[in-house]
T-cell receptor
Framework: AQSVSQHNHHVILSEAASLELGCNYS??????LFWYVQYPGQHLQLLLK??????LVKGIKGFEAEFIKSKFSFNLRKPSVQWSDTAEHFC???????????FGKGTRLHILP | EAQVTQNPRYLITVTGKKLTVTCSQN?????MSWYRQDPGLGLRQIYY???????DKGDVPEGYKVSRKEKRNFPLILESPSPNQTSLYFC?????????????????FGPGTRLTVT
């Protein structure tokens, strides 16, 4: 079955630290990839997405992600986190031949001021 | 303002009492979907709809029903709620990409409905 794995369930960092959240998926075909963020008490918002082309995509709030097809990965990065980045982050995959969307279990990011 | 709305936002009910959670979007999106969010399990897709009168099961459809009679509305129905359906529910919508092609559009999420079944 198709699945999305987020390796880190809970990450704690200090402000200005660099961030990398892992995301791997299990699907051999073409995929669309997303990272969503959920701030405390709020609904999900799109951080960035990948459809095709340049595998390094930039999103809002200084986030970026790199699609590495050979590794089935789409890791999220930010060079310098801020306290306001405290949130839960979800990786999601939509296989191009499917209409379902599969989410990872989420990574809870806590930034210490 | 483009948005997805859900009602109610909070609901406490008892086992077996039928309920409906409404979802409406004003963006003329074809694709709509329901998710439940549970601690440690992330978001799991319950049902989705590619267009009016077209619905399909997601990963956890048991105990739920949906309908899509109008493009803007996608209600979630729990005919006989049980305590294991206590959860946070999100509705989402997006444009529909050309079938079987790359170019999936991002989803816009509603504010969520927190349901407690006692």
């Amino acid at each position: 079955a198709q699945s999305v794995s987020q390796h880190n369930h809970h990450v704690i960092l200090s402000e200005a630290a660099s961030l990398e959240l892992g995301c791997n998926y299990s699907y051999g075909g073409t995929v669309n990839l997303f990272w969503y963020v959920q701030y405390p008490g709020q609904h999900l918002q799109l951080l960035l997405k990948y459809f095709s082309g340049d595998p390094l995509v930039k999103g809002i709030k200084g986030f970026e992600a790199e699609f590495i097809k050979s590794k089935f990965s789409f890791n999220l990065r930010k060079p310098s986190v801020q306290w306001s980045d405290t949130a839960e982050h979800f990786c999601a995959v939509r296989p191009a031949r499917d209409d379902k969307i599969i989410f990872g279990k989420g990574t809870r990011l806590h930034i210490l001021p | 303002e483009a948005q997805v709305t859900q009602n109610p936002r909070y609901l406490i009910t008892v086992t077996g009492k039928k309920l409906t959670v409404t979802c409406s979007q004003n963006m003329n999106h074809e694709y709509m979907s329901w998710y439940r969010q549970d601690p440690g399990l992330g978001l799991r897709q319950i049902y989705y709809s590619m267009n009016v009168e077209v619905t399909d099961k997601g990963d956890v459809p048991e105990g739920y029903k949906v309908s899509r009679k109008e493009k803007r509305n996608f209600p979630l129905i729990l005919e006989s709620p049980s305590p294991n359906q206590t959860s946070l529910y999100f509705c989402a919508s997006s444009l529909k990409p050309p079938q079987r092609q790359v170019g999936s559009y991002e989803q816009y999420f509603g504010p969520g409905t927190r349901l407690t079944v006692t």
